[in-house]
């Protein structure tokens, strides 16, 4: 089946920093990558709709100078977290599109950020 | 707006019983499609079953089928014969097609113990 990877898997930050976290589809082309959040005990809730060569599409109270996007290949999306404060530490899930019409996602297995 | 609730935070069941996990839906579109995914501890989203809004009959996957009532807008997720291995946090997701842009919103999910 299709393969989405993160990287990296985990990552610790002082507060203040940039974090970036990659997704990759790693045997299919994906034209449009979705990036979620997921704080402990809670649901995934979607952050953005990344568009391979265009701007993302950024869902309702998702800061978009705090969360960049970059969707600049077929097989790659880029979510940056600028200047990282505790709050934003959460799980963040990527997955990216695949089929004729995109319809079926997979899932990356995610990557866990810890601001201190 | 579309809305997934999962009104179970937590079931157990016995292992080897069969147990429903329950899911209703919201939306507008005539055209959508309705995922079950299960996350383990290691936090991987995990694809297990998945029904059309325009199929005629409810999808199955070895050990797992999905109870697909239209008018109800409801779709339960049957688990039959439970294993140990089935603990973990389930989640109801719903992709509207079209001008959903093939966005997945998920429910607030269950955690499935399953008992020896």
């Known amino acids: 089946g299709a393969v989405v990877s993160q990287h990296p898997s985990r990552v610790i930050c002082k507060s203040g920093t940039s974090v970036k976290i990659e997704c990759r589809s790693l045997d299919f082309q994906a034209t449009t990558m979705f990036w979620y959040r997921q704080f402990p005990k809670q649901s995934l809730m979607l952050m953005a709709t990344?568009?391979?060569?265009?701007?993302?599409?950024?869902e309702q109270g998702v800061e978009k100078d705090k969360f960049l996007i970059n969707h600049a290949s077929l097989t790659l999306s880029t979510l940056t977290v600028t200047s990282a404060h505790p709050e934003d530490s959460s799980f963040y899930i990527c997955?990216?599109?695949?089929?004729?019409?995109?319809?079926?996602?997979?899932f990356g297995p995610g990557t866990r950020l810890l601001v201190l | 707006a579309q809305k997934i609730t999962q009104t179970q935070p937590g079931m157990f069941v016995q292992e080897k019983e069969a147990v429903t996990l329950d899911c209703t839906y919201d939306?507008?579109?005539?055209?959508?499609?309705l995922f079950w995914y299960k996350q383990p501890s290691s936090g991987e989203m995990i694809f297990l079953i998945y029904?059309?809004?325009?199929?005629?009959q409810n999808a199955t996957e070895g050990r797992y089928s999905l109870n697909f009532q239209k008018a109800r807008k409801s779709a339960n997720l049957v688990i039959s014969a439970s294993q140990l291995g089935d603990s973990a946090m389930y989640f109801c997701?719903?992709?509207?097609?079209?001008?959903?842009?093939?966005?997945?919103?998920f429910g607030a999910g269950t955690r499935l113990f399953v008992k020896a």
């Open positions: 029904q059309g809004s325009y199929d005629q």
């Open positions: 990344s568009n391979e060569g265009s701007k993302a599409t950024y």
């Open positions: 997701a719903m992709r509207e097609g079209g001008t959903g842009g093939f966005k997945t919103i």
């Open positions: 939306t507008s579109d005539p055209s959508y499609g």
């Open positions: 997955s990216a599109g695949a089929g004729p019409g995109q319809e079926t996602q997979y």
